[in-house]
């Protein structure tokens, strides 16, 4: 039964995963497993790094805290929630792009509270890091994308590597991030296509980028927690830039058109779905704000 949950949890988190605006890293903190998946790939990546200096004694010791009855249960779990989820949405995509970027935008705008509820008290240092931020965020959100389909392999693994810390960073959407750099339809297509190689450098790119940025976020968060949480919320306001529901090819902004009433609609009930979720987190995680420790 408790494995049977764990990929339970995994499939939720992997959906997560595949919709820009929704967190993997807050639905693992509403599901209970963040400190564990956080601890556990620290873990993981010290032992290798250990194993690569020939330290096996240390590896061992490594991984003797890896959860692992947790970890591959909820990894298989995600595996099955990204393909869902993948399968689903390219179509609704290419059906309604309006209607899809207003329920982007609506899951972005609820999820702001979580760093800003994280980050605590505002002092006016975190305010200016927070608008210069969304400010450098919005610029990039409106440069039109190098590419649209069949983007290099070599734009694949960075971009991949970037989009992980979704799972690091409770708040931050690393589908959304995919769509920022012009990848993320290619990716839905990938999926559904089983393209081996376009996978098989996502998951390198991820897997590398998993490994960097778990002990970076561990040390950022608690030694400058405020800071990074101001840092994410500037971050994800200036995105929505990139998501506004009306646009031209070069994300040029286009006025409203006649589907304003289904993306006012879409934006309402993307924006109760977070907030379900946040209201979710508060009374089943009680310890959500606590620092990541191991």
Known sequence: MSAALNVLRGGLIGLAEVVPGVSGGTVALVVGVYQTVISSAAHFFRGLFAAA?????????????VRWAVLLPL????LGGIVAGAA?????????????????AGLILASLWVPLRMAGSWSAGMLVLAL???AGM?????????QTAGPSLWL??????LAVCALVLPGVSGSFLLVILGLYQPTLAAVNDRDVAYLGVFVAGAIVGLALFVRVVQYLLTTFRALTLALMTGLMAGSLRALWPWQGEDRDLIAPGEDVGSVVLAVILAMALVITLLVAERYLSPRVNAAPRE
């Open 53 to 65: 200096r020939g330290e096996f004694s240390a590896l061992r010791r490594d991984w003797a805290h």
């Open 75 to 78: 990894g298989l779990g995600m």
């Open 88 to 104: 689903l949405l390219e179509p609704l995509i290419e059906a309604e792009p309006a209607v899809v970027r207003a329920v982007f």
């Open 132 to 134: 210069a931020a969304a």
């Open 138 to 146: 919005f610029f990039l959100a409106g440069v039109p994308p190098l």
């Open 156 to 161: 694949v693994a960075p971009a991949a590597a």
